[in-house]
């Protein structure tokens, strides 16, 4: 499956293999197009091969640099970053803790270059604006402006759930309700017309409990 991220965004291709496709890596981006990418409102950083796109605002930034051992110069795109580094060596918390200890509102498109893993995430108010959907090539489309999703994707797009977050091996989750399913609704656009789905938490369907254990040593982006 191939990544787009879209819109005010502006458009970046990540190359992972997702059900056997392969794409173009974001460090082959020319250099003018990465530096088009910061905005005031938005953040941007790559540390390592590991590349983020960042917006909204953390509300707890103080006690989540203690949390990671960061300095007191370290903004919300280099939390995130350093935060899904710690899932991706073996940390102590599950993903759906790390999201969910990050409070305020926000949306981040994460791309790991060095296995080829994705990690996006939305808050639970869908506080900033997050759309994904699927393009007539079966590509996945990121972007924070719905009508350039809904171009490019036609009716096959929807709003990122809120309160939940994807990973390229474990696909979409709730942070908020780690335990329960996710279950997929039809969604209808103001013309009553089907547009995509909804993703609501599923009360009834609980996931099986805990974690299974491959290691200290393994990757957790392969296994979650």
Known sequence: ????????????????????T???????????VLKSLIDPVKLFAVVDDIFCLFQGHIEN?????QQYGLNKTTNEVIIVIEAYRTLRD?????ADQVVRD???KFAFVLY????RTAFLAADADESVPFFWGVDSEGHLVLS?????????????????????????????????????????EPR?????????????????????????????????STHY
């Open 1 to 20: 499956m191939r990544l787009l991220v879209t819109g005010r965004w502006h458009w970046i291709n990540f190359d992972f293999p997702i059900k056997g």
């Open 22 to 32: 392969i794409l173009k890596t974001m460090s082959q981006i020319d250099s003018q």
């Open 61 to 65: 930034v103080a006690l989540l640099k």
């Open 90 to 94: 073996r940390g102590p918390y599950p």
């Open 102 to 104: 990050l409070h305020g």
């Open 112 to 115: 790991d270059s060095s296995n």
């Open 144 to 184: 924070d402006d719905e009508e350039t999703v809904k171009k490019g994707c036609g009716k096959s797009f929807a709003p990122f759930p809120k309160g939940c977050f994807f990973t390229t091996s474990g696909g979409l989750r709730s942070f908020e309700h780690p335990l329960n399913e996710l279950r997929a």
């Open 188 to 220: 209808v656009d103001s013309s009553s017309q089907m547009c995509g789905a909804n993703f609501k938490v599923d009360v009834e369907a609980k996931k099986e409990s805990g974690m299974a254990r491959v290691g200290s040593a393994a990757n957790w």
